[in-house]
Every structure is written in C-alpha cells, then in structure tokens.
C-alpha cells in the first residue's frame, strides 16, 4: 500500500482512437479607407482611457507591414 492518500487515476486508451475533423475557415479581409484610419484615430473617448488603449492597439495592428518598414 502506497505511503500517500492521492486518488487513483484511471487511464484509458481511448484517446488513441480520437479523430479531429478541420473546417475549412472563411475569412473575410475588411480594410479601412485612410480616412476612415485617420477619423478612429481622431475620435474623442471622453476621457476613458481604457478605450483610448484598445483604439491605439487596434491601430496598430491594421498597419500595414509595408507602412511599417516605410516609417522605421
């Protein structure tokens, strides 16, 4: 008898049938206009600084690479 009071861990081996079925995704590519950039950027949070944040890190994430390496 073991010296610990862990449970018992029943294994199986089911896992080893397991099947995963991929779909394939649809994904739409939206782009804004500039000045539809440039009018998020500008628009007014009254102070809520949490949404200031999400709005600069979306900005940053729909730059394009090729404006990136253009600007560095």
């Not at 939206?30 to 009018?39: F, G, H, K, M, N």
């Not at 890190?57 to 600007?71: E, G, K, L, Q």
């Amino acid at each position: 008898m073991p010296a610990h009071n862990f449970p018992t861990i029943n294994s199986s081996d089911n896992y080893e049938n397991l099947t995963i079925r991929l779909q394939k995704a649809y994904n739409e590519i939206v782009v804004l206009t500039e000045d539809e950039q440039a009018q998020l950027h500008a628009f007014d949070f009254s102070g809520k600084l949490h949404l200031e944040r999400v709005r600069d890190v979306f900005c940053f994430t729909v730059i394009p690479d090729n404006a990136i390496r253009t600007s560095c």
